[in-house]
């Protein structure tokens, strides 16, 4: 895909999906709404990942230990002490 131009002219976007973030970014458009605490967001992907503050949801376990986490960024932040 070629890339897009942004909305504004300042950037260039190799997607169009990039696009309509960073213009919900720079807009302060947050369309996802968590319904447990109302708190929005600008991804689906942040609120799923949100979400399991509600669930305690851990998906990504350390292996070694079998300690768990939310999100896979602190699970390899952990996996840096072994």
């Known amino acids: 895909e070629r890339p897009t131009l942004c909305w504004d002219g300042s950037q260039r ?12 970014l720079q807009t302060r458009e947050k ?29 990504y376990m350390c292996q ?3 300690k768990s986490f939310r999100k896979s960024s602190h699970l390899i932040r952990h996996q840096q002490i072994h």
Do not use: I
């Open 13 to 24: 976007l190799s997607r169009s999906s990039d696009m309509l973030v960073q213009q919900q």
């Open 64 to 66: 070694e230990c079998r």
């Open 31 to 59: 369309p996802y709404e968590c319904l447990e605490c109302g708190k929005n967001f600008v991804r689906s992907r942040d609120l799923l990942s949100h979400h399991r503050v509600h669930t305690a949801e851990r998906p």
